[in-house]
């Protein structure tokens, strides 16, 4: 009778564990997420891998609340709505797609994992497993992928203790010799901390401190400089004279965030600009759902929101090399990176504006995520954060 006990009660808290360990913020924590196909496989009902995908999801993303609640001004309850909508789609897949078939179990825990890497679903495919390939197969790129992809699978089967030791001699061997991804030559990447002001206050005083800034690491040699998302506010002509003026002297190149407004809603983008000018270098692929990207103004003839840029532009050109730039909620997902792996990049770039997250480890998250992926692939990383 004990035993009867003990099955559920593990199958109800080991998830919740593995989302709150796996997605603390630290990159070599990640493979503790391959738990999650272990406890889904072995669920016994639909309705137990409905809670194992549910604990694991919820937990993974329990900093959703607390951020929305400081994006909006708000109370937890909206944020608690968005959290729970969010889970919807990892856990309605994972639990249609569960079956009692010890031999069809492993090919559906895939087909789960390709359904949440792209969209539809995948628009909310965080806390994906196979992020963890990074941390495992550092340089390996795409066949350290497919391994994972191999592993995620033989979770899920009943030799999944085997399959589990041999991931974890893997990791034990990467945490060993880690080390983080290195700059691009010639690329500096600018945190900042001016919590909720960036993008608000785009003013001439805030521009030319801005300026300033840039030229630090420009002074030290620095052709390439990266300020987080929004750093410029609205990308507007007289922003950019300002910053062509201020570059006119030097060579460097600045690649900032921005919002490039029209009447049906906004874009947001990257801008690189240098002594000669400004351009459009890159338009988010996929922005955050609800706070950002809202659909369903157009179906009752509004405007606003900004636009989701699904597959386009996974690359851009900077100077002599090609880059693959993610913004902010980009690093949470899948397919933005992998698209971008495709055209074999000559490195990552990677912004954010994550004021709203204190208090949270989503901005760590981000970081960690990105961190493995530029390690899967062997690609340099630039990191520009505001907090």
Same mark, same amino acid.
């Given at each position: 009778m004990r035993?009867?006990?003990? &099955?559920?009660?593990?199958?109800?808290?080991?998830?919740?564990?593995?989302?709150?360990?796996?997605?603390?913020?630290q990159v070599l924590l990640l493979p503790v997420a391959l738990g999650f196909p272990v406890m889904w496989s072995i669920a016994r009902t639909r309705s137990m891998a409905a809670l194992v995908s549910a604990g694991y999801f919820l937990a993974a993303s329990r900093g959703l609340p607390q951020g929305v609640a400081a994006f909006y001004s708000s109370d937890i309850w909206p944020g608690l709505l968005l959290w729970l909508c969010a889970s919807l789609s990892?856990?309605?897949?994972?639990?249609?797609l569960w079956t009692m078939n010890a031999r069809t179990r492993p090919l559906?825990?895939?087909?789960?994992?390709?359904?949440?890497?792209?969209?539809?679903?995948?628009i909310t495919g965080w806390a994906h497993p196979v992020t963890a390939a990074g941390v495992l197969f550092p340089g390996w790129g795409w066949w350290g992928l497919w391994l994972l992809t191999a592993g995620l699978a033989g979770l899920a089967t009943r030799i999944w203790p085997a399959v589990a030791i041999a991931l974890t001699g893997f990791w034990l061997w990467s945490a060993a010799i880690w080390t983080d991804p290195k700059l691009p030559e010639g690329w500096r990447g600018v945190d900042l901390e001016l919590g909720a002001s960036l993008g608000r206050e785009a003013g001439l005083h805030r521009q030319r401190g801005f300026i300033a800034t840039v030229r630090n690491p420009a002074s030290d040699g620095a052709r390439f400089v990266a300020l987080p998302e929004s750093a410029l506010g609205f990308w507007t002509p007289t922003v950019e004279r300002v910053w062509t003026g201020a570059l006119r002297e030097g060579d460097a190149t600045v690649i900032a965030g921005a919002a490039l407004l029209d009447a049906e809603g906004y874009d947001n983008v990257l801008?690189?600009?240098?002594?000669?000018?400004? &351009?459009?270098?890159? &338009?988010?692929?996929?922005?955050?759902?609800?706070?950002?990207?809202?659909?369903?103004?157009?179906?009752?003839g509004e405007s606003?929101?900004? &636009?989701?840029?699904?597959?386009a532009n996974p690359i851009v050109s900077i100077g002599a090399g090609r880059a693959a730039p993610l913004i902010c909620y980009e690093q949470l997902i899948v397919w933005p990176i992998l698209q971008s792996m495709l055209h074999d990049p000559d490195f990552v770039v990677a912004v954010g504006n994550g004021w709203w997250t204190e208090g949270t480890s989503i901005v760590a998250i981000q970081r960690a995520t990105t961190t493995a992926w530029a390690k899967l692939f062997a690609k340099p990383l630039v990191i520009a954060f505001n907090t």
């Open positions: 035993r009867d006990y003990i &099955r559920p009660a593990l199958l109800i808290f080991a998830p919740i564990a593995i989302g709150v360990v796996g997605w603390s913020g990892f856990v309605t897949v994972h639990t249609v559906r825990y895939l087909f789960a994992a390709i359904i949440m890497s792209f969209p539809p679903f995948g801008v690189a600009i240098d002594g000669k000018g400004g &351009r459009i270098l890159y &338009r988010e692929r996929m922005p955050v759902p609800g706070s950002m990207w809202q659909p369903w103004r157009s179906w009752f606003g929101g900004a &636009r989701a840029n699904f597959f």
